[in-house]
């Protein structure tokens, strides 16, 4: 039986485990960070590819496995090389400064810049420069079963990334049929995107077809209304436009989100500490429960699972110190797989 079961998160977590293996699928230079489901208030992705340059994801490091939002990077990225007055130094946020203190603390608390007292003056002090790590930003759609249902639903936000150019390309991933010609060439997707067709026994993939890169440099167009498309709404779609600078903040913000989660994060939100919840290897490590005996979604292994059934507290105290039970052992397995590909740290 296949370990990915028959669910789209099953096929997620394989899609991960391909990228993060094959990419990029052109030779060039760069390092690779995966996650998943991640995005903006507006838009979530399945999949996300950093392709970043190799030394300066190395310098990251430095400022630690956790992500830098946008009030911590505002500091950072604008922190003197010499003691500084903090408003003389920072460009004005935008609110109050009283919340730039608050973000100077944390920073100082995170050990990533310096601050020291002048009287009543707060002056800062960078630790290190922010490195320009990022270089490009990949989307990835995944729909296993991409019939016509599900890709009138799918071609409407695509339509938005596309217009958008927030990423610099953007896929549909979608699980091979063995047909000469893959049915999701047959939908009316966006020419811009892409079409990965993934075999998940093997964990092979083709590309059915090749994105076009996105002026992710350029002011983008944010739909916010499109016509219903009945006969009876002549209506024209509402749109507005996004600042580059704007763009190149939420692009940063989302790295840095991605930076800290990766995509083998699912067992902070499953339940580890189960009896029944193990990793199994089918080239990867993958969630498996064998009271379900099969790969469990992420809304079924909760507290609420009716096979739930907390370890033992005997297992959690085994060896010194107490490092806890078999769930706190698999979480720290994923985390250290999740560090390999984050070097420095």
């Not at 050990?111 to 960078?126: P, Q």
């Not at 790969?295 to 033992?312: D, F, I, K, Q, V």
Request: hydrophobic share 35%; net charge negative.
């Amino acid at each position: 039986m296949s370990l990915h079961g028959n669910s789209e998160f099953g096929f997620e977590l394989a899609c991960c485990r391909w990228v993060e293996r094959e990419w990029p699928l052109e030779e060039a230079d760069c390092s690779v960070v995966v996650a998943r489901q991640l995005g903006t208030k507006r838009r979530r992705w399945d999949t996300i590819v950093l392709e970043c340059d190799p030394e300066g994801l190395r310098q990251r490091a430095r400022f630690g496995p956790e992500r830098l939002d946008g009030d911590l990077l505002h500091i950072i990225r604008n922190a003197p090389e010499e003691w500084t007055y903090y408003r003389d130094a920072l460009p004005h946020p935008g609110y109050p400064w009283r919340y730039v203190r608050e973000s100077i603390h944390e920073a100082d608390d995170r050990s990533v810049i310096e601050t020291r007292r002048n009287g009543n003056r707060i002056e800062i002090r960078r630790k290190w420069p922010y490195p320009d790590w990022l270089e490009r930003i990949v989307a990835i759609e995944n729909k296993p079963d991409l019939d016509a249902s599900a890709a009138r639903t799918l071609g409407p936000q695509l339509e938005y990334d596309v217009a958008m150019a927030l990423a610099d390309e953007v896929w549909v991933a979608t699980e091979a049929t063995g047909d000469r010609v893959e049915p999701a060439l047959f939908e009316r997707l966006p020419v811009e995107a892409g079409i990965l067709s993934l075999e998940l026994e093997g964990l092979d993939a083709d590309v059915a077809w090749h994105p076009r890169t996105l002026p992710v440099a350029a002011p983008g167009t944010r739909i916010v209304e499109r016509p219903s498309g009945s006969a009876r709404d002549a209506s024209a779609a509402r749109f507005e436009y996004v600042d580059s600078q704007e763009k190149a903040d939420r692009r940063l913000e989302i790295a840095e989100r991605a930076y800290e989660r990766g995509w083998r994060s699912f067992a902070e939100t499953m339940r580890p500490d189960c009896k029944a919840y193990e990793l199994r290897s089918h080239d990867q490590f993958l969630p498996y429960c064998r009271a379900k005996d099969r790969l469990p979604t992420a809304a079924e292994c909760s507290g609420s699972c009716p096979s739930y059934e907390p370890e033992p507290p005997t297992w959690r105290t085994r060896g010194w110190p107490i490092e806890g039970g078999p769930g706190k052992r698999l979480q720290k397995l994923l985390e250290k797989r999740r560090r390999r590909y984050r070097p420095g740290l």
